[in-house]
């Protein structure tokens, strides 16, 4: 690679990330390693960003994240004005970032999910995707694309104090999107359910039927036993499952494989061949539409488990206890939260990440 090229590459990654800081408000400090790819370069890009004055550290509260200066702000709206405008100018929260330790939480919860979709190789930026329900934005793409909260919400007053922080979409399906990291949300019923008929008017008007599905994503896999057996608190203000959404995904953020989980979520296709395949492992599929377990090894009640949909593994649970123990069917980072959450009877049949996304791959080509 020649030094001109490898300069370029070096431009880029610093840009990335000064755009990804701009559209957080504050970038929690610990994102800039999986951002850059390596934790030495990362600590060097920082350290040149902050004595070069892009960017400022803000260190307070037991938080400690990065926000844009002056300079960094005006650098962007000159190189990249299409893509920063929306979130560098005006009123904007991510333009005015407040030092109160609540509202600096849910700019780290917003950094987090734009992180997790950037990893994931989606489209985030403005001028990679259309406008949020342009007649654009409703053609299937196999690219992910997210919007964030400030795009999903754009005056809609109906739906601000929604805590959905954006929509997600891959093949023709979508998915509002809540950051849980690791506390359970509030939850206004009313308030979300206003968020998911917003979200499906919009689709009725190009004759799609989506925005009945809800993707939470969660600073890690132990935190799906908290929500799975939430009751909703003393005063049933946090969110447990409720009938607000069809369903509720739950994938832990920025876990290295859990773009399969989303891809097995997405790829109506795709996930049809996996499913045929994982079918050739029973002895006897069930036919029934809506039976919990798939089928039957060895007399005993199989049941797919690797989307993480919350209703699904609730009616799983009580189908073992109700009907004896069965076999549970799994991604490998999933395995052993589940099998806390399922018992230790239970039997799990594992999947290796690494040889399902060869599967998959495969299937693609």
């Not at 100018?89 to 030092?99: Q, Y």
Request: one cysteine or more.
């Amino acid at each position: 690679m020649s030094r001109h090229s490898a300069g370029e590459k070096i431009e880029r990654k610093r840009d990335i990330l000064l755009k990804i800081i701009a559209i957080s408000g504050e970038l929690p400090s610990y994102l800039i390693s999986m951002i850059i790819g390596s934790s030495s370069y990362a600590a060097s890009l920082v350290t040149t960003l902050k004595k070069e004055g892009y960017i400022h550290v803000r260190s307070k509260d037991g938080l400690r994240g990065y926000i844009l200066s002056r300079k960094g702000k005006t650098y962007l709206l000159s190189h990249y004005e299409a893509d920063m405008r929306d979130y560098l100018t005006g009123a904007r929260e991510t333009n005015h970032i407040k030092s109160e330790k609540e509202k600096r939480l849910r700019l780290h919860r917003m950094s987090l999910a734009w992180t997790h979709f950037f990893m994931q190789g989606c489209y985030i930026f403005p001028s990679q995707k259309p406008k949020i329900f342009s007649d654009a934005f409703f053609i299937k793409r196999e690219t992910g694309t997210y919007y964030g909260s400030q795009e999903l919400k754009e005056g809609a007053d109906k739906i601000k104090a929604s805590r959905a922080c954006g929509l997600f979409l891959k093949n023709g399906e979508a998915f509002v999107v809540y950051q849980t990291m690791e506390n359970l949300l509030k939850w206004a019923k009313k308030t979300e359910y206003a968020m998911r008929a917003w979200v499906e008017g919009k689709a009725l008007r190009h004759n799609l039927s989506w925005g009945s599905d809800a993707m939470f994503l969660g600073n890690s896999m132990a935190f799906l036993l908290q929500i799975l057996k939430s009751t909703g608190g003393l005063k049933n203000q946090l969110f447990q499952v409720d009938d607000t959404y069809e369903h509720y995904y739950y994938v832990p953020c920025l876990a290295i494989f859990s773009v399969i989980q989303t891809d097995l979520i997405v790829d109506g296709k795709t996930t049809k061949y996996f499913e045929k395949f994982l079918y050739t492992m029973l002895d006897d599929i069930e036919t029934q539409g809506f039976s919990v377990h798939a089928g039957y090894i060895k007399q005993r009640r199989v049941y797919f488990c690797y989307e993480m949909e919350l209703k699904h593994l609730i009616q799983v649970k009580m189908d073992l206890e109700r009907r004896g123990n069965g076999v549970v069917v799994c991604l490998d980072y999933q395995a052993e939260t589940l099998k806390e959450y399922f018992g230790e009877e239970v039997e799990m049949m594992v999947l290796v990440c690494q040889k399902v996304k060869q599967y998959l791959d495969m299937q693609r080509s």
